[in-house]
T-cell receptor, first 109, second 114 residues
Framework: GIQVEQSPPDLILQEGANSTLRCNFSDSVNNLQWFHQNPWGQLINLFYIPSGTKQNGRLSATTVATERYSLLYISSSQTTDSGVYFCAVEAYRDDKIIFGKGTRLHILP | GAVVSQHPSWVICKSGTSVKIECRSL??????MFWYRQFPKQSLMLMAT?????????EQGVEKDKFLINHASLTLSTLTVTSAHPEDSSFYIC??????????FGDGTRLSIL
């Protein structure tokens, strides 16, 4: 099945810093989503982005489907950005949504 | 997007008990729903695909007799953990969507088996 790799696995930043999270996938995808999992376990849908670029406030994402990767940018980090960021893909050949292992982000005040 | 309601949020029960978790799609008719399990500090792992009116499709390594899934209507899927043991303690979460639509997740159920 499709493989989804996220990097880095852990990231510690000072408040105000910018960060880039990466998601590589091994096969063509129907869709790709970025989620933020908060400390209570809730999955917050950040972007539905099978291709192209989207922006929402301090967050933006770019997916280059032909090169099989997606990037999530967080600018001017705040402590509330802390948590785990997951990339999830639906393979073109399959209906299943497969998650990467996540990037654990910790923003220091 | 779809609104997904999952209940209960927390369950604490004794070993040997069966626990039922409900996943409701409040504003979207879902022929397919997905069930995931997440252990502490790990990613979400797909357990099974729930199909309305037919049998669920289980992922490799997931015991279908242990995790009973029923999808009797277009708005409700249930996951029953039968004869639960401490190793079944985990975070269970359901989702609706897929295809050319984004996935929407319930808030999850934290299951603790004593």
């Amino acid at each position: 099945g499709i493989q989804v790799e996220q990097s880095p696995p852990d990231l510690i930043l000072q408040e105000g810093a910018n960060s880039t999270l990466r998601c590589n996938f091994s096969d063509s995808v129907n869709n790709l989503q970025w989620f933020h999992q908060n400390p209570w376990g809730q999955l917050i849908n950040l972007f539905y982005i099978p291709s192209g670029t989207k922006q929402n406030g301090r967050l933006s994402a770019t997916t280059v489907a032909t090169e099989r990767y997606s990037l999530l940018y967080i600018s001017s980090s705040q402590t509330t950005d802390s948590g785990v960021y997951f990339c999830a893909v639906e393979a073109y050949r399959d209906d299943k949504i497969i998650f990467g292992k996540g990037t654990r982000l910790h923003i220091l005040p | 997007g779809a609104v997904v309601s999952q209940h209960p949020s927390w369950v604490i029960c004794k070993s040997g008990t069966s626990v039922k978790i409900e996943c409701r799609s409040l504003d979207f008719q879902a022929t397919t729903m997905f069930w995931y399990r997440q252990f502490p500090k790990q990613s979400l792992m797909l357990m099974a695909t729930s199909n309305e009116g037919s049998k669920a499709t289980y992922e490799q390594g997931v015991e279908k007799d242990k995790f009973l899934i029923n999808h009797a209507s277009l708005t409700l899927s249930t996951l029953t953990v039968t004869s639960a043991h401490p190793e079944d303690s985990s975070f269970y979460i359901c989702s609706v969507g897929g295809g050319n639509q984004p996935q929407h997740f319930g808030d999850g159920t934290r299951l603790s088996i004593l």
